[in-house]
């Protein structure tokens, strides 16, 4: 199965500041790579899927990009209800796999 | 709304059994693939099966293939996972979801609050 490596583990920044998550397959997905935000104690949503497409009512400061192996979520100016767990979804592959997740803190 | 709700979890005894649902509201049900996925407590998110919108296309992760078995009833827009042989490893909040088309292995788009299932003697 793919493995999907999210780095940092953890990220710490402030409100205002950019925000750069990576994902990283250990083969190649295309562009079937799918991104979630986790709030504490909630269920994932749904923000960018096939790597690039913002899903429906999600801000245009997050955005994401890459193909193949290397993929990036960039949030232009976090907001204070950024903060949350990050996980990347590769579903170009079965079975479905998941990164272990980054965790943006507010510094 | 899309609304999913999941129940039935609880504490089990390794071993033992246990039938979750999660029932479906705010939108066709009959036409999406549905899926659980499971998050051990503090670890990621691990795919543990899928079953397209017909009751077809049915997938399982190993961890879990033999022990667990999906379906679902379209009349009544309800989700089963029905758990057999658990054990501690199989603790964990487990999320009912929807996907975007008719077979599992697209994205999600809808989760479930989850249900926590504990395995513990």
């Known amino acids: 199965e793919i493995v999907l490596t999210q780095s940092p583990a953890t990220l710490s920044l402030s409100p205002g500041e950019r925000a750069t998550l990576f994902c990283r397959a250990s083969?190649?997905?295309?562009?079937?790579l799918v991104w979630y935000q986790q709030k504490p104690g909630q269920a994932p949503s749904l923000l960018i899927y096939?790597?690039?497409n913002r899903a429906t009512g999600i801000p245009a400061r997050f955005s994401g990009s890459g193909s193949g192996t290397d993929f990036t979520l960039t949030i232009s100016s976090l907001e204070p209800e950024d903060f949350a767990v990050y996980f990347c979804?590769?579903?170009?592959?079965?079975?479905?796999?998941f990164g272990q997740g980054t965790r943006l803190e507010i510094k | 709304e899309v609304q999913l709700v999941e129940s039935g979890g609880g504490l089990v005894q390794p071993g033992g059994s246990l039938r979750l649902s999660c029932s479906a509201s705010g939108f066709t049900f009959s036409i999406y693939a549905m899926q659980w996925v499971r998050q051990a407590p503090g670890k990621g998110l691990e795919y543990i099966s899928g079953?397209?919108?017909?009751?077809?296309?049915?997938y399982y992760a190993d961890s879990v293939k033999g022990r667990f078995t999906i379906s679902r009833d379209n009349s009544k827009t309800t989700l089963y996972l029905q758990m057999s042989r658990l054990r501690p490893e199989d603790t964990a909040v487990y999320y009912c979801?929807?996907?975007?088309?008719?077979?599992?292995?697209?994205?999600?788009?809808?989760w479930g609050q989850g249900i926590l299932v504990t395995v513990s003697s």
């Open positions: 079953i397209g919108s017909n009751g077809d296309n049915i």
């Open positions: 979801v929807k996907g975007i088309a008719a077979s599992p292995g697209y994205y999600f788009d809808y």
């Open positions: 083969q190649s997905v295309s562009n079937y």
């Open positions: 096939d790597a690039s």
């Open positions: 979804h590769q579903r170009d592959n079965w079975p479905p796999t």
